[in-house]
C-alpha cells in the first residue's frame, strides 16, 4: 500500500504551520514506549496523556525492515485505546532512511499497518551496505548529506512526517543549515508531507519558528517523548513561545 492509498484510512490530519490553533497544537506525535526504548507501557502513557488533556496522540515505535512484532504492538495500542474515547490514538513508526532515494528500513506489512510513518535520518549510510562513523564527518558533510537523504524520503518514501529534520547534525555540531531546512519545507510541500517541529532536537526553536512562518509548511508536533514526564513538552514550549493564541 503506498501513501496515497494510506491516506484513505484512519489517519492523522496536519495544518499548515500559519493554520496552527490551539487545538493542533495540543497533540503529540512522536512518542516511544518499552516497546522499544521508551521507559512506560502503553497504558501508562495513555493515562498520563489524559491527564495532560491531550487531544490526540501517536504511538511511533523504532522500527527496522526485519521488525516481527508490530502486529501485537498494533493490536495492544488499538485495545488500549477502547479506554480513552475523548483522545484520537494513532499506531505509527519512526523508520530511517537508507538511501538517497528514500528508501526506509521498514517491512511494507508495517507501513500498511500504520496510521501515521515517521522518516527520519539516524545513520549515514556508506553506500556498501554499512555506515559512516559520525566522528569521521564534519559538520558540512553531516549536514550535506543528511540533507541528501531527507529529500530523498521526501521526494519518493511512503512517509507522512519528515521527522527531526536536521537532527543529525544538530546533535552532534548544534547546526543544520537554514538553506537545507527552506528547501526541505518548500519541497514537503508537493506531496504534503509535513515537517516534524521537534522540541528534544532542535537548538533554536525561535529561528526554525520564523522559517515555518515564512515558508508554512505542513507540520507535526513531537517532543521525541521516552519517558511519561517528557510527553507534551514540544506542545508546551510552542505555547509559551505565543503559538496558538489567535
Known amino acids: 500500500m503506498n501513501l496515497q492509498a494510506r491516506k484513505q484510512t484512519r489517519k492523522p490530519t496536519f ?49 527496522r525492515e526485519e521488525t516481527s512484532w508490530f502486529p501485537e504492538f498494533r493490536d495492544e495500542v488499538r485495545s ?3 479506554g480513552f474515547e475523548g483522545m484520537r490514538i494513532y499506531v505509527g513508526c519512526e523508520t ?12 511494507d506489512t508495517v507501513i500498511n499497518a500504520c496510521d501515521i510513518v515517521l522518516g527520519v535520518v539516524h545513520r549515514l549510510p556508506d553506500g556498501r551496505g554499512g555506515y559512516l562513523d559520525f566522528k569521521q564527518l564534519s559538520a558540512d558533510e553531516t549536514s550535506e548529506m543528511e540533507y541528501r537523504l531527507s529529500m530523498g524520503m521526501i521526494a519518493k518514501a511512503p512517509i507522512d512526517v519528515l521527522g527531526h529534520p536536521g537532527g543529525m547534525s544538530l546533535r552532534r ?9 527552506r528547501a526541505l519545507m518548500n519541497t514537503s510541500l508537493d506531496r504534503q508531507i509535513a515537517i516534524e517541529i521537534n522540541s528534544s532536537y532542535l537548538v533554536d526553536m525561535p529561528a526554525f519558528l520564523a522559517l515555518c512562518e515564512e515558508v508554512n509548511p505542513f507540520v507535526s508536533i513531537g517532543s521525541d517523548a521516552h519517558k511519561v514526564s517528557e510527553l507534551a513538552r514540544c506542545r508546551d514550549q510552542l505555547i509559551a513561545l ?5
Open 242 to 246: 505565543g503559538l496558538g493564541s489567535s
Open 15 to 63: 495544518c499548515r504551520f500559519r493554520d496552527l490553533a490551539r487545538e493542533q497544537l495540543n497533540v503529540e506525535f512522536q512518542v516511544h514506549t518499552n516497546w522499544t526504548d521508551g521507559e512506560a507501557s502503553i497504558l501508562e502513557i495513555l493515562r498520563a496523556a489524559k491527564a495532560l488533556n491531550l487531544g490526540a496522540m501517536a504511538f511511533t515505535e523504532h522500527v
Open 80 to 82: 488500549a485505546a477502547l
Open 173 to 181: 555540531h548544534g547546526h543544520f543549515p537554514e538553506a537545507y531546512f
Open 96 to 107: 530511517k532512511a537508507m538511501d538517497y532515494d528514500g528508501r526506509l528500513d521498514v517491512s
